[in-house]
Nanobody, 116 residues
Framework: QVQLVESGGGLVQPGGSLRLSCAASGSIFSGAVMGWYRQAPGKERELVAGIHIIGITNYVDSVKGRFTISRDNAKNMVYLQMNSLKPEDTAVYYC??????????WGQGTQVTVSS
């Protein structure tokens, strides 16, 4: 069964922190480079962070130094620790395999709103 379940979003003030979690089915997670994506209103979905199965990570410039992606291979989980949040981080956040397209399965995502 294909499954991606994101959680942990919410409303936070600028400068605050959130930790997102993603439970992935083995068919997506196993052996895959995983990523966190986000889609802001009126914008295309963008990849913000990726993590290789051995833990190598990369980030889009706008989140470097603020976001940290991690994974638990035993539990098929991916996490995104987000610190020093800014209003421009407001978006629906999704996890998926690295390079996923609109033709792949996507979960419902989790809303992150950064506002005072």
């Amino acid at each position: 069964q294909v499954q991606l379940v994101e959680s942990g979003g919410g409303l936070v003030q600028p400068g605050g922190s959130l930790r997102l979690s993603c439970a992935a089915s083995g068919s997506i997670f196993s052996g895959a480079v995983m990523g966190w994506y986000r889609q802001a209103p009126g914008k295309e979905r963008e990849l913000v962070a990726g993590i290789h199965i051995i833990g190598i990570t990369n980030y889009v410039d706008s989140v470097k130094g603020r976001f940290t992606i991690s994974r638990d291979n035993a539990k098929n989980m991916v996490y995104l620790q987000m610190n020093s949040l800014k209003p421009e981080d407001t978006a629906v956040y999704y996890c998926n395999k690295y390079g996923a397209t609109i033709y792949d399965y996507w979960g419902q995502g989790t809303q992150v709103t950064v506002s005072s």
